[in-house]
């Protein structure tokens, strides 16, 4: 997928996000889907075109494929999210999951890697030194290599706290609904607190698979990923605006605000930081050579 290509599909998707508030119903139920698999296709294609086959495969697998058998866990067992059913409104199901919700989470989930990575040393573009070095966690040894913890760490979290927007609001459709929604976070009945542990837990597990089955393409970022970060704040940006003015969620704006601003809010800054030394000047290439497939 070609950067052109890329941000024509993070264009269609801002619409279909705008039109949102718009709609109700049943074609507000349409949107919903059609925005997912936007995502989906926006991701999974970005991997595909600038990390390559295996990328990808490893995306799908650990996101798609992984987020389909968590939710049809939950929804049979009960764990790691607590009790709770979808509703019909959001097409097919297999095993009681639609099957549009694997592809939420691949949809996010590797925008949350990218940015992560950005974050602790993976600018390919960055003063020499910079790339996958120990300062970014991934040195050689238990914690860095394969096993990056500052980058899992940071991709998990915000992942996870993406559903401090989606739930309240997914759940204020009726798209699904609790058996059992206690304790809950202050503003947000209707939804325990497990269900957002359960997110997190399983977001560890995923990023933490991503890194090796990925391989070195993941390891660092560059021009290419601009549609990503892009996706990545405005998402952030967008969620806090549309909960608190146009979907009547001030407590999903809050938590969600605070909660994502984690990895949104300095990845913001970077990139405006960088912006402003490549005006200037003031960045310099990193050194033909540099190890940075850590």
């Known amino acids: 997928m070609t950067r052109r290509l890329s941000w024509a599909l993070l264009a269609v998707l801002v619409l279909a996000q705008i039109c949102y508030p718009l709609t109700t119903g049943e074609t507000r139920a349409r949107l919903t889907v059609a925005t997912v698999v936007l995502g989906y296709l926006l991701s999974v294609g970005h991997a595909l075109f600038s990390r390559g086959p295996r990328t990808a495969a490893a995306l799908v ?94 991709a998990a979290v915000g992942l996870a706290a993406w559903d401090l927007f989606l739930d309240p609001q997914m759940v204020a459709e009726g798209y699904w609904v609790w058996r059992d929604a206690t304790p809950a976070l202050p503003g947000l009945p209707g939804i325990p607190v497990s269900n957002y542990l359960g997110w997190l837990l399983f977001a560890v597990l995923m990023m933490s698979a991503l890194r090796p089955l990925a391989g070195p393409a993941v390891a ?27 979907l009547d969620l001030p407590a999903s704006a809050l938590w969600g605000a605070v909660g994502m601003s984690v990895a949104a809010v300095p990845l913001a800054v970077t990139l405006i930081r960088s912006r402003r030394d490549d005006r200037h000047g003031t960045r310099q290439p990193q050194r033909p050579g540099v190890d940075a497939t850590a």
């Open 61 to 154: 697998a650990v996101a798609t494929v992984g987020g389909f058998a968590i939710e049809a866990l939950g929804v049979a067992t009960g764990f790691p999210f607590g009790s709770y059913d979808y509703s019909g409104e959001l097409g097919p199901k297999l095993a009681g999951v639609p099957l549009i919700i694997p592809l939420a989470w691949t949809w996010m989930a590797w925008p949350a890697w990218l940015a992560a990575t950005r974050l602790t040393g993976g600018d390919a573009s960055a003063r020499p030194g910079a790339g996958d070095g120990p300062s970014a966690g991934d040195a050689p040894g238990r914690r860095g290599g394969r096993f990056p913890v500052r980058r899992i760490a940071l």
């Open 220 to 246: 660092t970022t560059d021009g290419r990923d601009g549609p990503m970060f892009a996706l990545w704040l405005w998402t952030y940006f967008s969620s806090v605006l549309a909960h608190a003015v146009f």
